[in-house]
């Protein structure tokens, strides 16, 4: 059976890194972006970094320029971006695609394994499904992730046990990480 310990992904120096070497550890795996609205999502992502490292948890992040180009900076840009303005220092990994022909096979895997549910009721995760939906069009039946700040819960064993949408409460991620954590 495939699991994330599978791949390999590239860090923001363009170095190949196997996702082995996160094996027995509980993961977050999210795209992201620096000038989204869902940006200050790094704040709860970095507390719960810090609250949780030492039990055995990781945060890879992997920024996109696919959604309305909100992550236009290169990879150094978008690091002390992240590090000055939310302090992050959880792994942050090379600009990828995460829909269409290039989209990285880690996150083909990933929405494969988690598909997309919709972005839950009321109006604001209306507009955004309206929103994703036009801006997906391009990636047809390849458009796996819907928008930034997409998360992806990973357990021990290197199998996918949860998505998350952008317009998820940052406590339930919480939670479930918490939840993971304690297996």
């Known amino acids: 059976m495939k699991t994330v ?7 923001r120096k363009g170095k190949e890194v196997s996702l082995s070497e ?9 795209n992201t972006a620096t000038g989204c609205g869902f940006t200050p ?31 236009p900076g290169t990879e150094d840009e978008i690091h002390e971006f992240c590090t000055l303005k939310f302090g992050t220092e959880f792994p942050q990994f090379a600009k990828i695609d995460v829909n269409g ?11 494969l394994e988690k598909p997309f549910q919709g972005f839950g009721k009321g109006v604001k995760n209306a507009a955004l499904n309206k929103f994703a939906e036009m801006n997906n069009k391009a990636f047809g039946d390849k458009a796996y992730i819907k928008w930034n700040f ?22 339930e991620v919480k939670k479930a990480v918490a939840t993971e954590l304690g297996k």
């Open 5 to 11: 310990y599978d791949f390999t992904v590239k860090d």
């Open 22 to 30: 996160y094996e027995g550890k509980v993961l977050l795996i999210v």
């Open 41 to 71: 999502h790094y704040e709860p992502l970095e507390a719960m970094y810090k609250e949780y490292r030492e039990e055995g948890f990781e945060i890879l992040d992997f920024p996109c320029n696919q959604f309305a180009n909100q992550a």
């Open 101 to 111: 022909d290039s989209a990285d096979p880690l996150f083909e895997y990933l929405a």
């Open 150 to 171: 997409t998360k992806f819960l990973i357990n021990r064993q290197g199998e996918v046990v949860a998505r998350f949408e952008p317009t998820v409460d940052m406590d």
